[in-house]
């Protein structure tokens, strides 16, 4: 008997990351890569980080940073979080607040608090891989999320005569892959549909500081609560996190919703992790009231400045056929490549004759199209390595 044989029928649907397997090649030296959606390491608050680790271990705090602690998170960092999401017109209180372990840890737990088998989740087409992998383990069907109006979904539940549409989920500010942002009528649009459908919208905020150009939009949840009047009537839930602004490596996300959603949680975290470490939440905390106002504002010139050069070295250096999203913020470029190319091959040939790497687009695709398709990350290169980068790609395309 294999061990395998074992195993639940949900482990079928786990597949490994394709970016995570493509991170593991990068080693080689003279790699110029594209690939990981990740912050710069030079840009990350350090010295913040060693003070606040260095008071969080010290003999008044020592106690309560290496003790076990309560599933919804350290008080004072939900408090900030309270502030900060009332600065971006999101009212609620310290019970609408869960602390998690990375925002990917509540991507998880929404999959599991919302999906029985065969039910449907409303994704983008192409959507982040992450919520793909987290919603694939409880057996749902994904169907294309059409803001202004997705009758296809519900016919095609209503039809089969079993599951519902539970949720819909998507990133509205610069989305990973492809770097794009909902506009205001779409994002009215979307809660409309949610209400016609009676479903859930999950709100993916991992990017929503990061804008370079143009006017902020309201989030989808400060949106249904000016028409709801109190997050306790409202139907969205907001995922934050700290991975794109302070660290990635302390994994610390948070959740906004109804009471009721948030105490459902609580009893997942509870079953999973207890909590998220408590010093890692006490050193967010305490970089977060220092220098949240004023790192922000230099990621944005930073990250600004390589945008700008990737989508000049994509005009100078791309053929003819290759079109590119224009982001207004966030980390990525999406690329759709001439008809009839593959972007896994694509990355096969780059890898090997200019050692360039970037993610192919396919793996983004819940039914697996996309495959002349493409997505680049400019936040982890300098911008002369960005133009040498897309120069070097742009003479694999031409060959």
């Not at 019970?95 to 990375?102: F, K, M, V």
Request: proline share 5%.
């Amino acid at each position: 008997m294999s061990t395998k044989d074992l195993f639940a029928t949900r482990t079928s649907r786990m597949k490994a990351s394709e970016i995570r397997e493509l991170l593991k090649l990068l080693d080689q030296p003279g790699i110029i890569s594209f690939a990981g959606g990740i912050p710069d390491p030079a840009l990350f608050p350090a010295e913040g980080f060693s003070a606040a680790f260095q008071s969080a271990l010290g003999p008044e705090s020592q106690a309560q940073a290496l003790q076990y602690s309560v599933s919804e998170g350290y008080a004072p960092l939900r408090e900030w979080v309270v502030d900060h999401m009332r600065e971006i017109g999101i009212e609620c209180g310290l019970d609408n607040i869960l602390i998690t372990s990375g925002s990917q840890q509540a991507l998880d737990y929404l999959g599991k608090l919302y999906l029985s088998p065969g039910d449907t989740a409303l994704v983008g087409w192409p959507t982040y891989l992450g919520a793909l992998a987290a919603f694939n383990a409880y057996e749902p069907r994904f169907d294309r999320l059409s803001i202004n109006g997705n009758r296809r979904a519900a016919e095609y539940n209503a039809a089969a005569g079993e599951g519902a549409v539970k949720f819909a989920y998507l990133s509205p500010d610069f989305a990973n892959p492809t770097g794009e942002t909902v506009d205001l009528r779409g994002r009215e649009a979307l809660l409309d549909l949610a209400d016609e459908l009676n479903c859930a919208v999950i709100e993916d905020g991992a990017y929503q500081a990061l804008r370079y150009d143009g006017e902020a939009i309201p989030p989808v949840l400060a949106l249904e609560l000016a028409r709801k009047g109190a997050i306790e009537a409202c139907r969205t839930v907001y995922c934050g996190s700290f991975s794109k602004t302070l660290s990635p490596g302390l994994r610390v996300g948070w959740v906004v919703a109804a009471k009721p959603v948030i105490s459902q949680l609580v009893l997942m975290k509870q079953a999973a992790d207890l909590h998220s470490a408590t010093i890692n939440q006490m050193a967010i905390d305490q970089v977060a009231r220092a220098s949240f106002d004023t790192h922000i504002p230099m990621l944005r010139r930073v990250y600004g400045a390589r945008r700008d050069a990737m989508l000049d070295a994509l005009a100078t250096y791309m053929p003819d056929g290759v079109e590119w999203t224009k982001p207004e913020g966030g980390m990525f470029i999406w690329v759709t490549l001439p008809k009839g190319t593959d972007g896994a091959d694509l990355l096969a040939r780059a890898l090997d004759s200019v050692k360039v790497a970037f993610v192919p687009g396919q793996a983004f695709f819940p039914d697996g199209s996309g495959v002349d398709t493409i997505r680049l990350s400019f936040s982890n290169s300098d911008e002369a390595t960005i133009r040498e980068g897309i120069r070097r790609l742009g003479d694999v395309l031409r060959a």
